[in-house]
């Protein structure tokens, strides 16, 4: 699968931004999705997953309240919706896929073989 993710720029605290994730290859129902975020100097954090279905979704506790991950599987998107955004999420975000249809619950990067390139989020407070 080939992901591309895109949307994200340059907002002030308290802004919104939607990051979108569109995938190519095989049937983009398949797979587990995600995104993760780097800030600079730091290590690859967990955001968000969501299972095959949309149905259930896990959401880090730094953004929980605030972001909302969701996908549509004709569209073969998974989004990411971001509120109230805060200097600190300020970050690389990369979509990624799993084969594993459990992949959801767990929030380590080793669970997924798919990257997308990565959308740039800075915000300015």
């Known amino acids: 699968v080939q992901l591309q993710a895109f949307g994200g720029g340059l907002v002030q605290a308290g802004d919104s931004l939607r990051l979108s994730c569109a995938a190519s290859?095989?049937?983009?129902?398949?797979?587990?999705m995600a995104w993760f975020r780097q800030a600079p100097g730091k290590e690859c954090e967990f955001v968000a997953s969501i299972s095959l279905s949309g149905v259930t979704t896990n959401v880090a506790d730094s953004v929980k309240g605030r972001f909302t991950i969701s996908r549509d599987n004709a569209k073969n998107t998974v989004y990411l919706q971001m509120n109230g955004l805060k200097p600190e999420d300020t970050a690389v975000y990369y979509c990624a896929a799993s084969s594993n249809v459990g992949a959801y619950h767990f929030t380590t990067s080793n669970w997924y073989a798919y990257w997308g390139q990565g959308t740039l989020v800075t915000v300015s407070s």
């Open positions: 290859g095989r049937s983009f129902s398949t797979w587990v």
